[in-house]
């Protein structure tokens, strides 16, 4: 039976003890040195004003229409060429497949509204696993995705290209795909609001020629709303992309926004030219292609069941809209799973493909995770190829790797642009959010940022109410783990205030840490929740 303790009658122990700071146990790269207590932080109102403003000001979005014309070409696009698929191979039972994936889908409904309404953020499937899972994790679930998005234009394109040349027999349908790709590549990149009106127009005539007895437009119709599904691709990947960079999974350079139109064109451009490789090494054959959308789309909604059913287990009291039932979940999980393994029963090429493009994908990623490691292993190396004679001085700046003969060279070539890159790496600090001062729950963010985040230093915050005082002794707990973790900077530092949207922010600002850097206990109340939606990672039950 599990008791629970009234805040004023937990028990408490009381602990008086010194601790000697040992010597410094190798270069700074490696031991930071020691933390500090920054003292207490009191925004001014003015400031806090000015945020307030600026997060109510009125802002930009697309209008209601202009969002249904994005996502309804994606919607009524994969009708288009679905449906002669799933016809080539269920045959005269294609309707009841085609009804079983309606059905299958519309569990994902529920599945869906559930993990988005309770972290309304930007990244989809990797954005639940990251928040339920680790990093590590998560990074991976957005390798699928990325091949999703990337199987997802390159299929509109091609079956596109395949309805126009119904009317246009010589047609070049690899050489067409590749316009039409190209095309919304410009498009993007010259913005969102140029390229969502075209897709509401592309939308609207769609819906009309459905809607009427327009069928000698049908192959105009096809070749004209599956390109708009390509700009679709175009905006999800971008979308997921910025986000995945933001987190430092992948290379920081996407987030660069040219200076004509604000838009990020190593994105785009990046995911042209790998969407044209795609169509090329295929040669534009819509079933395969087809089917390594299969593979990671499928591979998405597993791994999504897994993810909101971890929620309900490790993220069980954050607030969302619904609660999906156990049974809906399960479902979906195992529909999932036995179409993975139906589309890989299928032909042994796409799995080679799939394969291909996803391990690309992954190890860029993974390389990115375990950048430290690499760039330490290449010190091990340049340490054994190519030594060099270090001078006294440069012998006290810079110490040995590791400990070493002291006839053992320790210099080499190419060692101050390795360190310096790896002090680069670790330079960006990270916040936790403490609320209450459990050694466990330090303990536990603590261990997450070692494992999952490139940092030396971690800032510990405390928030208390205006009036009163933070607790004595939270300088002294944190003051005992910056101890016990040496490769660790962990410092203190308690704000004044309410903790809500408007002082997260402010957090932000005054420490130039951007709020996907800082991490939080998982919230309780609607009031956290809404710190949570700023980008804040919940990593700790």
């Not at 806090?48 to 697309?62: D, G, N, R, S, V």
């Not at 498009?187 to 509401?200: D, Q």
């Not at 330490?376 to 001078?391: D, F």
């Not at 810079?398 to 070493?404: E, F, R, S, V």
């Amino acid at each position: 039976m599990e008791i629970h303790y009234p805040d004023d009658l937990r028990p408490r122990r009381r602990f008086t003890f010194e601790v000697d700071q040992e010597a410094k146990r190798g270069p700074s790269w490696v031991y930071p040195g020691l933390g500090n207590a920054t003292g207490r932080l009191h925004p001014a109102p003015e400031e806090l004003a000015a945020i307030h403003q600026e997060m109510h000001a009125p802002k930009h979005f697309l209008s209601e229409w202009y969002s249904t014309g994005i996502s309804g070409n994606d919607v009524l696009s994969s009708c288009l060429y679905s449906s002669g698929i799933v016809a080539s191979k269920a045959g005269k039972f294609a309707p009841f497949a085609n009804l079983l994936v309606a059905c299958v889908m519309y569990l994902f409904r529920f599945i869906y509204v559930e993990v988005v309404s309770a972290i309304p953020l930007n990244g989809g499937s990797y954005n639940t696993m990251l928040n339920s899972t680790s990093k590590r994790v998560a990074a991976l679930t957005s390798a699928l995705a990325i091949i999703a998005y990337l199987a997802t234009g390159v299929v509109s394109a091609v079956s596109a290209s395949d309805y126009l040349r119904k009317q246009i027999e010589d047609l070049n349908h690899i050489h067409c795909a590749t316009g039409i790709l190209g095309t919304f590549a410009i498009l993007n990149v010259l913005g969102m609001s140029e390229s969502a009106k075209v897709a509401l127009t592309i939308f609207i005539a769609h819906t009309i020629t459905l809607a009427g007895r327009f069928s000698i437009w049908l192959s105009v119709d096809g070749f004209i709303v599956l390109s708009g599904s390509v700009l679709t691709s175009y905006v999800g990947i971008t979308g997921l992309v910025r986000r995945l960079a933001s987190d430092r999974v992948l290379p920081e350079f996407f987030l660069a926004e040219n200076a004509w139109r604000h838009t990020n064109h190593y994105i785009i451009l990046s995911y042209f030219v790998i969407a044209t490789s795609l169509v090329w090494i295929l040669e534009g054959n819509v079933t395969m292609l087809s089917s390594i959308y299969s593979y990671s789309f499928l591979g998405l909604l597993v791994l999504f069941s897994v993810g909101a059913m971890l929620f309900k287990l490790k993220r069980g009291d954050m607030p969302r809209e619904t609660n999906t039932p156990w049974w809906k979940c399960l479902v979906g999980f195992a529909m999932g799973v036995v179409g993975f393994f139906g589309i890989m029963l299928g032909d042994p090429r796409v799995s080679i493909v799939f394969l291909l493009y996803f391990f690309s994908v992954a190890g860029l990623i993974l390389l990115m995770l375990e950048r430290i490691f690499v760039l330490r292993a290449c010190m091990l190396v340049m340490k054994s190829l190519c030594p060099s004679q270090w001078t006294t001085t440069e012998r006290v700046l810079m110490p040995p790797l590791l400990p070493t003969d002291a006839s053992t060279p320790n210099n080499f070539l190419g060692k101050r642009t390795i360190v310096r890159a790896i002090k680069t790496i670790n330079e960006p600090p990270i916040i936790f959010f403490c609320k209450h001062l459990s050694l466990t729950i330090l303990n536990k963010a603590i261990l997450y940022v070692r494992r999952n985040e490139h940092t030396d230093n971690l800032r510990i915050v405390h928030v208390y109410a205006k009036g009163t005082k933070p607790p004595s002794d939270f300088e002294d707990i944190v003051g005992v783990f910056d101890c016990m973790y040496p490769k660790l900077r962990i410092d203190a530092i308690a704000v004044e205030g309410t903790f809500d949207p408007i002082l997260v922010q402010w957090i932000s600002e005054n420490q130039r840490i951007p709020t996907n850097m800082m991490f939080i206990r998982q919230p309780d109340n609607v009031d956290a929740h809404k710190v949570s939606m700023l980008g804040v990672r919940v990593i700790t039950g």
